[in-house]
């Protein structure tokens, strides 16, 4: 027989605290007692439910003339909850319906909605050092951490998992440090007299999940040898935890920025080398060297440049590179011929393939402060002849490292050979010899592999990253013996797409703060690994003294007077779209945004520079880092989530699919590319019909012409770059 | 007085490929003389003005956001040629300073020598389908008058202004007989593109022999096509050897 056959009428209707009049739901009733049951460790949605119609029952009985109100409603969940004997759940009710309370009071009071609710709050947003990101917290996931670390059963685990979270909501905090989070659980299992579980947990530096996660990566790029990738994680969670200042950590937690290279805290980000210091210069840490007067022979030398970029590598997260290599080194393949050349351009490449990212760098003019120098001869004494006079036998040493590194890659050995990038300059565009080269590479990068341009432009200053790959502006550096070449220390990147969702739709004004605030934090980040870097060579303690000439012998890696600091910007597009409603490409007005973020950046890193620190803006293009930051974004703004791409544009480049042609991307980019130098243009050809090599130098001509671009890329689309 | 422009069915913006060594952007004009089974742009063929077409301030606009890129204008069809209003279009492109250059099936040689002789166009290229015998008609899906295509080949193999013919090898298309007859009736041509059209990805290494054999009548051969850089070096090779045939 159903309550209204039986006289009472059922309750349909409830009248909410503004007056409006909307449908009864019994399920509400149950969630709000399950949720004030679960905060006091209990949890049984039945039972939950079951009081739920018990409370329905009531309210029918009591309000068959009218429509209850809301107030009614809780007032008969307490009454009910007490006389069956939930005190425990009726206190927690009582409690959440007061802070409901203050919370619509403050609601009226700010123009905004408040955002958290007790029962239904936004997830609780764990800052886990270990894995470099935020992570959403719920019962579950703590549960099983405290299941894995501290050998608790899954009911307990799940039992002390709520305690931890209702603590945590009663603390009001929403985001949480993976320390803090131990303390806590810690505090319960203490509390519950878990003290076995409470001793099982042991280190809590690296605890047990954090172990067994880095034994059995999840993520196949995390894999590698597990007692390396251990030591990594500790010295990452170090430099995060006692390091960086704890608002640059959180914010690095938070994906705001990323700060690069945390698992190498001792290693530099960046550097170039100059390969006359390690032909003539003694290297710290490797024997075989040539001394003053000691005759280089193409195998040796190729040989001894190996050993020390191999040696070299262990101290740099990122890349190495060697300016010029075929200008410095052309005295000692002065009169080989085609096929000797080759030859020993093979042995080079092999000698360089597995001491990580190599780039060789391949001037196809002579560099301009290098030209009229007399060339240091195998010997390493000045000969007769400038290194403009050897113009020939580099041009060749530049062609046969092509064809060297084409034969390699197609016996399969392309990840592990050096990355070969070409410097021109208007010289170059115009000369025949060094035109046959740069068709050669456009062939290159569009059959088999992508090659890199660097558009040598006298009138743009260098600074930061683009320093490893531009004009050799200071010849003194690259043939002084005394230096190893260019270091950039560290590097920061700003989420770009994470400030303008601070800052909320149509607030530019806001997003260019919010840019900037993240940019400082970047920079004090920066600053902190700088820091750090130079106490790791400040003694003979510090892993970085032998490079860092503290033994008094041979060439310098770290020297702090000229490192350079990089400021990187990712997601440029998709931030701009995020602030206006428009992708860079869409208009002029979101063009002159993303303009005036880039500027406001630079301006920072100018203001930041004094001596020893010296911020540069740089693009951040490195796919791998910049897809990190979507998912952070998604768990922090979960109401934006479904406007949020999977993945935002490296640096400051258009969408890869942004609906522009050539030209006016091109135009596009070259503007933006005038704050930051070291974008880089890509031109990818995927699919027939492909571009004549005539009609991509022209297109390179172009672009020298019309553009500030300082980097071209040229592929067929198959491999991303970096 | 309004202006009176062959109707003009779409604009590409920036083109790599369309002028070799340049960057260009590309006409497309409405209307053909011919009804080839292959033809790859069959909504252009139509000469009806009903298919509408784009307003040359739009044309001009776009040309001028992109005049420091654009090194040149290809008029494509359909046949440009068969335009009465052509002249006044490749005018218009001249006045704002780009070099012009007109695709043409062949089959227009007195208004294409009227162009040419107008200096109104920069390059000249004509499309070869197939030997000028029965297989050409069959080619053409339509009835031609050869003589007008020996018109316009001997038209360009005697004047100065910059031309190329091209022929597109396909599956079904001109065999390698085929291809060397072409070779021979264009006899010291300046260059002969041969395109492995169709998706051929193994034609380009075959086309590459065949434009080797076709190098001893025509000064340069290219071949285009997918994988075309891997043999661009070779087609330089043909280049150097063609000459000492012509
Ligand atoms: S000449 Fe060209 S446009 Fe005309 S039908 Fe033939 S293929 Fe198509």
Redesign the pocket.
């Known amino acids: 027989m159903s309550a209204e056959q039986g006289g009472v009428r059922p309750v349909r209707q409830v009248r909410k605290r503004d007056g409006r009049v909307v449908d009864f739901d019994e399920r509400k009733i149950a969630d709000a007692i399950y949720k004030a049951a679960l905060s006091v460790g209990a949890e049984d949605r039945f039972l939950a439910e079951e009081l739920a119609s018990v409370v329905t029952l009531f309210i029918e009985k009591s309000f068959a003339a009218g429509i209850p109100g809301i107030e009614d409603v809780q007032d008969m969940v307490e009454r009910v909850l007490i006389e069956t004997g939930h005190a425990r759940t009726a206190k927690a009710y009582i409690l959440y319906r007061e802070k409901r309370a203050k919370l619509r009071e403050a609601e009226t009071r700010s123009t905004g909605p408040v955002q958290r609710e007790l029962f239904a709050p936004g997830p609780v947003v764990c800052d886990d050092a270990e894995r470099e990101r935020a992570l959403p917290l719920d019962r579950e996931s703590l549960a099983r951490r405290l299941g894995a670390g501290a050998d608790l059963p899954e009911g307990p685990a799940s039992q002390v998992a709520e305690a931890v979270l209702s603590r945590l909501r009663e603390l009001g905090l929403d985001r949480v440090s993976g320390s803090l989070l131990g303390r806590l659980s810690d505090a319960e299992l203490l509390a519950r007299g878990m003290l076995p579980a409470f001793l099982a947990r042991g280190v809590k530096s690296l605890d047990r999940e954090g172990i067994s996660g880095v034994l059995f990566p999840k993520e196949p790029d995390r894999a590698g040898v597990p007692a390396l990738r251990a030591g990594r994680a500790l010295l990452r969670q170090h430099a995060i935890e006692d390091v960086l200042p704890k608002a640059v950590a959180s914010a690095h937690l938070e994906g705001r920025i990323h700060v690069r290279g945390l698992s190498a805290p001792t290693a530099a980000f960046a550097v170039a080398l100059s390969t006359d210091a390690v032909r003539l210069g003694p290297i710290p840490g490797v024997s075989g060297g040539f001394g003053p007067g000691a005759v280089a022979a193409p195998r040796r030398f190729a040989t001894h440049l190996g050993r020390v970029a191999r040696r070299v590598a262990e101290h740099v997260t990122h890349g190495l590179s060697f300016p010029a290599l075929n200008f410095l080194t052309a005295p000692l393949y002065a009169g080989l011929g085609r096929e000797e050349l080759r030859e020993e351009a093979w042995h080079l490449l092999a000698e360089l393939s597995g001491a990580g990212e190599v780039e060789i760098g391949l001037a196809l003019s002579p560099p301009p402060l290098l030209g009229a120098r007399k060339a240091r001869g195998p010997g390493g004494e000045p000969g007769p002849e400038t290194y403009a006079d050897l113009t020939t036998t580099a041009l060749g040493l530049a062609t046969a490292l092509l064809e060297a590194r084409g034969a390699g890659e197609a016996l399969g050995e392309r990840e592990r050979l050096p990355r070969l990038a070409f410097t021109l300059g208007p010289e170059a565009l115009e000369d025949e010899a060094a035109l046959a080269v740069i068709g050669m590479a456009l062939a290159e990068g569009l059959d088999r592999d992508s090659v890199l341009f660097v558009l040598d432009r006298e009138d743009l200053p260098l600074i930061g990253t683009a320093r490893l790959r531009a004009r050799i502006e200071d010849a003194t550096r690259l043939t002084d013996t005394a230096t190893l070449g260019v270091t950039v220390g560290s590097r920061a990147v700003v989420n770009l797409p994470r400030a303008a969702l601070r800052a909320g739709l149509g607030n530019t004004g806001g997003f260019i703060a919010e840019a900037e605030a993240a940019a400082d934090l970047a920079l004090a980040g920066l600053a902190a690994r700088e820091r750090f870097l130079r106490r790791a060579a400040a003694g003979p303690d510090g892993p970085l003294w032998p490079f860092a000439g503290g033994r008094g012998e041979g060439a310098r890696l770290v020297d702090p007077e000229h490192a350079v600091a990089s400021l990187a910007v990712a997601g440029l597009n998709e931030a701009v779209l995020l602030s206006c409603g428009q992708e860079l490409s869409d208009s002029d007005e979101a063009l002159k945004l993303g303009l005036r973020v880039l500027r406001a950046l630079e301006e920072k890193c100018r203001s930041a520079r004094r001596p020893g620190f010296e911020p540069g803006l740089d693009a951040e293009e490195d796919v791998a880092l910049v897809s990190r930051f979507p998912p952070l974004d998604r768990v922090d703004f979960p109401s934006a989530a479904p406007r949020l791409p999977a993945v935002y544009s490296g640096g400051v480049g258009l969408r890869a699919d942004a609906p522009v042609d050539l030209a006016l991307r091109l135009d596009t980019e070259g503007r933006l590319a005038v704050s930051v130098r070291t974008s880089t243009v890509r031109f990818v050809f995927p699919r027939s019909p492909r571009p004549s090599p005539e009609s991509l130098l022209a297109l390179l001509r172009k672009t020298w012409r019309n553009t500030r671009i300082r980097q071209i890329a040229v592929g067929h689309g198959a491999r991303e770059w970096n | 007085m309004e202006l009176k422009l062959p109707p003009i069915r779409g604009l590409l913006e920036t083109s790599l490929t369309h002028w070799p060594g340049r960057l260009s952007s590309v006409v497309f004009l409405g209307g053909?003389?011919?009804?080839?089974p292959?033809?790859?742009?069959?909504h252009?063929?139509g000469w009806g003005r009903e298919q509408g077409a784009i307003p040359f301030d739009s044309i001009l606009d776009a040309l001028y956001r992109r005049r420091r890129w654009i090194e040149g204008v290809v008029v494509k069809?359909?046949?440009p040629f068969a335009h009465p209003d052509l002249p006044e279009l490749l005018g218009l492109l001249a006045d704002l300073g780009f070099p012009v250059r007109v695709d043409s099936?062949g089959t227009r040689p007195a208004e294409m020598e009227a162009a040419i002789a107008a200096q109104l166009v920069d390059c000249v290229t004509v499309?070869l389908?197939a030997p000028l015998d029965g297989r050409y008609l069959r080619a053409?899906?339509a009835d031609v008058a050869l003589r007008d295509l020996f018109r316009s080949i001997e038209a360009l193999l005697a004047g100065d202004v910059d031309y190329e013919f091209r022929t597109a090898v396909r599956a079904g298309g001109p065999a390698e007989a085929d291809v060397l007859a072409i070779a021979r009736t264009i006899r010291g041509a300046r260059r002969w593109v041969l395109r492995a059209a169709g998706g051929r990805d193994s034609g380009v290494t075959g086309l590459t022999r065949l434009a080797r054999e076709a190098g001893r009548f025509v000064r340069e051969v290219r071949v285009e096509g997918r994988g075309m850089i891997g043999s661009f070096r070779q087609a330089v090779a043909v280049e150097k050897d063609g000459r000492n045939d012509s």
Do not use: H, Q, Y
Request: aromatic share 0%; proline share 10%.
């Open positions: 053909c003389t011919l009804r080839c292959t033809c790859p742009v069959p252009l063929i069809g359909g046949e099936n499309d389908k053409a899906g």
